[in-house]
Structures are given as C-alpha cells and as structure tokens.
C-alpha cells in the first residue's frame, strides 16, 4: 500500500488537498481537506440583513451571483417580504445564465483536459476531423482549414514551449482514450468556448450592471428598473439583447457542447463504473414561478434508490466539525443546525512543511453537512436525478436520450462519468428554458407591469424584534442554503451551507466520509506518479473551495507536490 498526496489539485477553485492510500492499483481510502479558511460568516455579525448579499457575494468570484440569491431569499423568508413576478423572472434569467456559462466552462476549460490529450490532436487529420465534427453536429465551425488553423495555433504553443494552460497535463498518459481527431476537435471547441462565454455572460452586465457580482439585487425584489423607454432602465433595445445571447447560449450547448460531451463519453464508458460516491442525492427546489411554485423539484434520493424522491425538511441539516478546523462550541459528537451553528476557527494541524494531516483528528478547514445524518451529493447530478424520478418533462426527455445514445441504463448515472453527464443535461434542458423566461418577463412588460421590487416591509421599523430564516438556491455546483438569524433589525447569526462544503465534505463524528472521498474509493491509479483518475473523479464535482470554506488567507499549505494539471 502506498499513500499518495495531490496538494494543490488544480485547474479549481481554491485550494484543494486529497490524501489517498493505495493497494492493488486502486484507491482504498481517501481524505479530502480544504487548507483555506476564510471568515465572512463571522464578519457579518452585528449588520443589516439588507445588505447581507453585498457581503456574501464575495465568499467566491466563480458562482458570483449565487450568494446573493440565497442571501436575499434568507432575508425574505425570515421577514417574510414578497418578490414580484417579474423580480422572479430576471433572477431566472440571471440564475440561468450563470449556470449555463459555468458548466461550460467546467466542461471544456476545468475537466476536459483530464479527458482530452491535446497534444494527440497534433497528430490528427484535419479532414477527418472536419468529417467527425460534421458527423455529430451541424455547427457551422466544422472545415479542414478551420482544424488545421487550430492545430497550428496549438503546434506554435507546443514549439514556443509556452503551453500556459496546457502545461504540466499528463499528455500521453494511457488513460487518455479519444482518438487524434477527437482531440483535435475538443481543443478547437475549448478555444471557441472561451469566447462564447465572455460573451453570454453579458446577460449579467445587462440585468446586473456588471459582472463578476452584479449589483442589482435587492431583498424584496431587484433594484434595475423597467421602462422600455428610458435608456436607464431596462429597455426594450436591453431585453433584445438579451434575448440575442440567450439564443447564442442554447446553440452553443446545443450544438457544441452536448455533441462532444455524448462523443467524448462513448470513448470512456468504464467510468460508468467508478466514482459512485456516497449514494444519496439532494436538490432544493429552483426557479421559481409568480406563484412561488420551482420549475424544477427538490428532494432527495437515497441509496441510490430511483423509485421516489424524498421531500425535504430544512430543520433536518446540520454541520459537523469534529474533523474540521473549527470549534465544537456545543456540537461534541453531533452537528449543529445552521441556525445554531458558528464558523470560529481553531486549526490544530500541523505546522508546515508536513507529510501527512492527521486524519484521525481535524484534517479540514471544510465542515460536514449532514442531512438526517447522511453525507449527502448535492450538484448537477442531484438535480437531474430528483428531477428526472419526480417526472420532470424536459429533464426526463434529455436524460433518455443521452442513455439512449449512449447505451447504459439509468445506473450509469451513478458515477464519475455519470456526473460529467448530468452537467450536460441540466445546462441543456435549463438554457432551453430561460428564453421563456425571458418572454414572459416581456409579456408583463407589455401588459403595463413594470413592478420590480415591493416596498413593503422594507423599513426595519416595521420588523419584528426577532426573526430568522432560511434561503435555497440550485448553485451550478448545486444546494446552497443560508441561514440567518435576526434580532433588533441587525444579524444575530448567520451561516452558508454550501455545495461545495457538501461535496468536499470531511468525515464527520459518526466517521462517516463526505462525497469526494467516497467517491475516490475504488479508483483505478495507473500511475501514482500522474494521478489523473483522481483528477478526473474530484473534478467530476467541479470543486470550488472558495465558496465551501468562504475565508481569506492560505494556511497550512503542504510542501510535498504530486504534480496536477
Ligand atoms: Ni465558488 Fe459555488 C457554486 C456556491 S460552490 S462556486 O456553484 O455556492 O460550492
Ligand atoms: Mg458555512
């Protein structure tokens, strides 16, 4: 058996450490640890709820709008403020959006590399390239020439021995499976995705006034006005715009992205078998309607267990900390519900340089969410799943299809590939919703409702002296809750449950792993040297540290580097 350590796992977000033993050529244990502590829960003590999103925006540059969502929903339910239809909507669009754009991203810039071997695209036809491209999608990028000023874009790189983000991959590894033309092909659309993305993500600049961390939110509503009118509102020259790169984004997945995810996966079918992970699946209900009523369930699955989703209960999650650097202040043995819970760090690890954490103690400055007890997979996975059991229709239509496609049954969704999949799903089936969004925001435009924002209960005389609540948004990454509690009209309490702190769970007191670590177990190693399997399982989750630790300065950072792309 040997012990193998990725310290910094790479091409994510923050800083992310896995320790793995390793016997027979497969992983037979595994710890995950954040090594960044960051304190913004704690610095919002003592302020205004109102202006809670402003400050938890910045837990993270990736999922940038998310914290404000979940914040301002936290605020509204614990003063039970109302948000006006066509707030809803422009929140749908901006939360759309930003999923869209993530996955993307994840996709082709963050895990695409741990399937596709750039440098074996060297060696492809750019004719056959242009016949593979054209046999599985009719975007119109798809001629000999164009493949071969890619590949000559790549070979200049490769000669001035600058690869910048394709330096240091294991290039050549004998996990990498697609044949030159495939390669070639992902590395044409992983340049054209970069500018797709800068592009669509606009939508945030037009709805936020810019982006990263638009900054239109408001509790109770949004603070961007309508009047199709006035060029400083929202206008109808702005929501054509809009409607123009909602578009440019459902094509893109559409064309680009889902075809290559279904030709990358056909290759790599045997991680249908690895990386199940911990088994139960959770979503919170997302994309709310005038009503209230979410376009797309919550639940839970549990054991794997397909025949019925499980309703939530917001009372029944909890945080550990037994193995995370935090202090226990009254959760000994067990979690602590958010409500009550605290983020003061107490590091007891080791000083650096160090070989190993201690596992057996705190490892992690990563909490562990429980729901009912149980380590619990939130993201793109979770969401396809509860959606796809509840009989949601355009989930369930996409995930047949892909199955179909790719000839596996619903079990294969239980997986690092699995996983890598669902992504595509759900970015698909939600880019082809948000124009309808987007129509139905101008269809109450045209109707003469121009609301955006309620004003009642807006001033904190009119509060009650105590009041808490809650607030649930689908992330890219998936669930994040925030909790809050308020007294005198300034925050008492406040904690983020975040997907990412889920995923990247640490045991908790029952010694129970999180999803990450669950999920290594019985990957094949090829190569402890060039550990890409674990690569390809953690990034699968598409990690974001910043946000599951939500704090500011490294500490602890390891010395011994396996190397990772
Ligand atoms: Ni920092 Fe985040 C998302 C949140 S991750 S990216 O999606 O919340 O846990
Ligand atoms: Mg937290």
């Known amino acids: 058996m040997s012990k193998i350590v990725v310290d910094p796992i790479t091409r994510i977000e923050g800083h992310l450490r896995v320790e793995a033993e390793v016997s027979g050529g497969k992983i037979s244990n595994a710890w995950v640890s ?33 914290h404000s969502i979940a914040s301002i929903r936290a605020v509204e339910d614990a003063l039970k403020i109302p948000v006006p239809p066509n707030a809803q909507l422009i929140r749908n669009i901006i939360i759309a959006i930003q999923n869209t754009q993530d996955h993307v991203i994840h996709f082709y810039h963050l895990h695409a590399l741990d399937w596709v071997d750039i440098t074996s695209g060297l060696k492809a036809d750019p004719v056959k390239t242009a016949q593979l491209a054209a046999s599985i999608s009719d975007w119109p990028n798809n001629s000999p020439t164009y493949f071969k000023s890619v590949q000559d874009r790549v070979k ?36 054209e995705a970069l500018e797709w993305q800068k592009d669509i993500i606009k939508i945030h600049a037009i709805l936020g006034s810019k982006n990263p961390h638009p900054q239109t939110f408001l509790v109770g509503g949004m603070s961007i006005p309508i009047d ?102 009254g959760s000994e043995g067990k979690g602590l519900h958010p409500w009550e ?46 959606a796809y059991v509840s009989g949601h229709k355009e989930t ?55 609301r955006i924002h309620s004003n009642e209960l807006w001033d904190p005389a009119t509060w009650p002296a105590e009041a808490h609540g809650y607030g649930w ?21 406040y904690q983020a449950v975040v997907p990412s702190t889920w995923n990247a769970s640490p045991r908790d007191a029952k010694g129970q792993a999180g999803p990450y670590e669950a999920a290594l177990l019985g990957t094949p190693v090829a190569n402890p040297e060039q550990p890409l399997e674990i690569l390809r399982t953690i990034h699968s989750f598409d990690p974001c540290l910043a946000c599951a630790v939500h704090v500011l300065d490294a500490t602890g950072r390891e010395m011994i580097r396996v190397k990772a792309s």
């Open 156 to 191: 200049a790189f490769v000669g001035s021995g600058r690869l910048g983000p394709f330096a240091n991959a294991y290039w050549g590894h004998p996990a990498y499976k697609l044949p030159p033309e495939a390669n070639l092909m992902a590395t044409a659309h992983y340049l």
């Open 473 to 493: 948004h689908e992330a890219p990454r998936g669930g994040l809750g925030h909790w809050i509690k308020i007294k005198d009209q300034k925050i008492l309490n």
């Open 228 to 329: 199709p009118d006035s060029q400083n509102a929202l206008n109808a020259d702005k929501l054509i715009e809009v409607k123009r790169l909602l578009h440019k984004a459902q094509e893109f997945v559409e064309k680009v992205y889902i075809p290559d995810l279904l030709a990358v996966a056909s290759f790599y079918k045997d991680w249908a078998g690895i990386g199940a992970g911990v088994g139960n699946y959770m979503c919170y209900p997302e994309f709310p309607d005038a009503s209230g009523k979410p376009w797309l369930p919550g639940g839970a699955i549990l054991n794997r267990d397909i025949s019925k989703v499980v309703p939530l209960d917001q009372k029944k999650i909890t945080e550990h900390v037994e193995h995370s650097w935090y202090q226990d202040a």
């Open 34 to 66: 954040g090594t960044m502590f960051r304190g913004i829960e704690t610095i919002l003590k003592g302020r205004d709820p109102r202006d809670a999103w402003y400050w938890t925006q910045r837990f993270c540059g990736v999922c940038t709008t998310v």
């Open 341 to 386: 819970g605290s983020s003061e760090p107490n590091y007891t690890g080791p000083k650096p340089p160090y070989q190993y954490l201690d596992t057996d103690k705190k490892y992690s400055w990563v909490k562990a969410p429980r729901y009912e007890e149980k380590a619990m997979e939130v993201g793109p996975l979770s969401r396809v799943l509860v």
């Open 396 to 450: 369930k239509a996409a995930v047949d299809l892909v199955l179909k496609k790719l000839g596996v049954g619903p079990e294969a969704l239980f997986s690092t590939l699995g996983r890598t999949g669902a992504r595509g799903i759900d970015c698909l089936v939600i880019a082809q919703q948000a124009p309808k969004w987007l129509d139905e925001l101008i269809g109450n435009i045209a109707k003469g409702d121009l």
